[in-house]
């Protein structure tokens, strides 16, 4: 499935999460044929529109996905492309992705922005309470990117990728709803101090995205 419109209005930049539509599947495919911009996922070869095509509607029927364009407000075609996996699992919780392919766009906060308004959905709408997701280690931006709304490292797989002739390993992170805190810790019993400053740094994300997450 494709989610509701979201106008998100991030102190470094304003984007668009929108459903996703067929025109943008060959913008997606140019994207998708870089390996730079393959470089931190498991992709190896470049994508045609017709694997494409079968992914739209793949994803326009499947009920355990939620998928947005990121689209800057006023241009026409998308930069990237964020979704919410597992979505009905029975523990409350989903997987969450995104890849930027306008090389462009990277390092201008988008990848936050889009952060902010998936949580917010997962969160509030979904009524996730734990949000999964994965990262290359050696991508600290994105890594980072994740960490200020709230996610945190929990494990870190090696040898689990393999670019430019050598392995790479993958940082495994979770989101806690800091609303659901009993959930996961009983009270008086404290959580240690790295899962402690993620729940902080979820409630100010989720605070802030209740404040700056418009939906048309």
């Not at 355990?64 to 996996?85: C, K, N, Y």
Request: aromatic fraction near 10%; proline fraction near 5%.
């Amino acid at each position: 499935m494709y989610g509701m419109s979201m106008l998100v209005t991030h102190p470094k930049i304003t984007i668009e999460l929108i459903p996703f539509k067929k025109e943008f599947l060959p913008t997606l495919v140019a994207g998708f044929s870089s390996m730079r911009v393959h470089m931190h996922t498991n992709q190896t070869f470049a994508q045609v529109l017709e694997n494409e095509q079968e992914w739209y509607d793949r994803t326009r029927k499947d009920g355990d996905i939620v998928s947005w364009a990121i689209r800057i407000p006023g241009a026409e075609m998308p930069i990237g492309v964020t979704a919410l996996h597992d979505i009905k699992a029975i523990d409350g919780s989903c997987k969450s992705g995104i890849i930027i392919w306008d090389q462009a766009w990277w390092g201008k906060g988008v990848a936050s922005a889009a952060h902010l308004g998936r949580t917010l959905f997962a969160a509030d709408t979904l009524n996730r309470c734990l949000i999964r997701t994965s990262v290359r280690s050696d991508n600290a931006a994105s890594r980072k990117a994740l960490e200020r709304v709230g996610y945190y490292v929990w494990g870190t797989e090696p040898m689990s990728g393999f670019r430019q002739g050598k392995y790479i390993s993958t940082d495994h992170l979770l989101w806690l709803h800091p609303d659901r805190r009993d959930l996961f810790y009983a009270r008086g019993v404290y959580p240690p101090q790295v899962i402690d400053t993620a729940l902080y740094r979820a409630k100010t994300a989720l605070d802030q995205a209740r404040t700056v997450v418009a939906f048309p």
